[in-house]
């Protein structure tokens, strides 16, 4: 393993842009699919690793939407998510904001409160026996529309559970414009929520500015082409509003048509508050180690430069600032260890 690999497996680190779901690995959804017999889902372990071979974004939508089906009940919800918490700490991962979409599951038939208990006993367990804390972003699937909207909101709001922090919007971008859900925004904003929405993954800059003037976005989900505008790069880097940058997925969705064109030096360059995530990561073909990796190529980074990234997700983060103190006390501890 190269030097600069092994310094990034080992450092403690903050991802805020994962999705539940999308963080399924082979061995999660083995799991999964031995509970659900009935599944076209392989359970033995070559077939899921042909299975999850990333070909196309048409196939990433399929093995996403077969995963979607294996879960049916509270329990699998349970499962996921404490599963996807050990992947995270072999990771050293450290505290994660993981996208979590309800509506799939509740209008799949689990009842909402199932659903949020079933989340929370997973964060519980996972901080005290594995030591991830999780903290929830509950997202509109924007392809799904106002209905979609309404019963995430509801959610939310009603609901409120404990390891909740934000609100966000996922799905397509094109033919899903971002002002129309400026209501369920202003609801979860009001309830004390933050705003991450996706935006300008697939489309311009101006979903990006949609986002901070209709949802108030407080970061931006991708803003992939944040580069295009000049005075968009500015407010961005002006207002300290951070961007959730997942280099491999965008390569996977062709968003960029190769790593070496990702807009990601150009971000830095402009004094934007650039995060490093990893999206859906086994649906990718990555993790958030190899996104570090990518990055630190990209941007030329040494360790020290690794470690400063690693500490924008920190101070990005929602985490309280004793959490962050703690966090980022650790990232120096773990880097000058190296050093020495
Ligand atoms: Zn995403």
Redesign the pocket.
């Given at each position: 393993m190269p030097v600069l690999d092994s310094f990034i497996a080992g450092l403690p680190k903050a991802e805020l842009?994962?999705?539940h779901v999308?963080s399924a690995s082979p061995r999660i959804v083995a799991e999964l699919a031995a509970r659900h017999p009935d599944s076209p889902v392989p359970t033995n372990p070559e077939s899921l690793a042909d299975f999850f071979t990333f070909r196309d974004f048409a196939h990433f939508v399929e093995v996403y939407l077969s995963v979607v089906d294996l879960i049916r009940d509270a329990e699998d919800v349970r499962l996921l998510t404490y599963e996807v918490a050990r992947d995270m700490a072999r990771q050293n991962i450290r505290y994660a904001e993981l996208?979590v979409t309800p509506y799939s599951s509740t209008r799949r038939g689990i009842p909402d409160t199932a659903f949020v208990e079933a989340i929370e006993d997973a964060r519980k367990s996972a901080e005290s026996e594995l030591g991830v804390v999780l903290r929830w972003c509950f997202?509109i699937p924007g392809e799904a529309g106002l209905e979609a909207a309404e019963e995430t909101a509801r959610i939310a709001c009603d609901l409120r559970p404990e390891g909740l922090v934000s609100f966000?919007l996922?799905g397509p971008e094109t033919g899903v414009p971002r002002p129309q859900f400026k209501p369920y925004f202003d609801r979860a904003i009001a309830a004390g929520l933050h705003s991450v929405p996706?935006a300008g993954?697939t489309t311009g800059p101006q979903t990006i500015w949609d986002a901070l003037v209709e949802l108030r976005a407080e970061r931006i989900?991708?803003g992939t082409s944040a580069t295009r505008d000049p005075k968009l790069l500015a407010h961005l880097a002006e207002h300290r509003i951070p961007l959730?940058v997942?280099p491999t997925?965008n390569l996977a969705t062709r968003a960029v048509a190769d790593l070496e064109q990702h807009p990601v030096k150009e971000m830095v360059a402009a004094g934007v508050l650039v995060t490093i995530?990893s999206?859906?990561p086994p649906m990718f073909g990555t993790d958030l180690n190899t996104e570090y990796g990518v990055a630190a190529r990209l941007l030329e980074l040494d360790a020290q430069g690794v470690a400063a990234l690693a500490k924008n997700a920190v101070d990005a983060s929602f985490l309280d600032p004793a959490g962050k103190a703690a966090l980022r006390a650790e990232i120096d501890t773990y880097t000058a260890a190296w050093r020495g």
């Open positions: 842009h994962v999705h999308g996208t997202d966000g996922g996706h993954e989900g991708h959730e997942c997925s995530n999206d859906d």
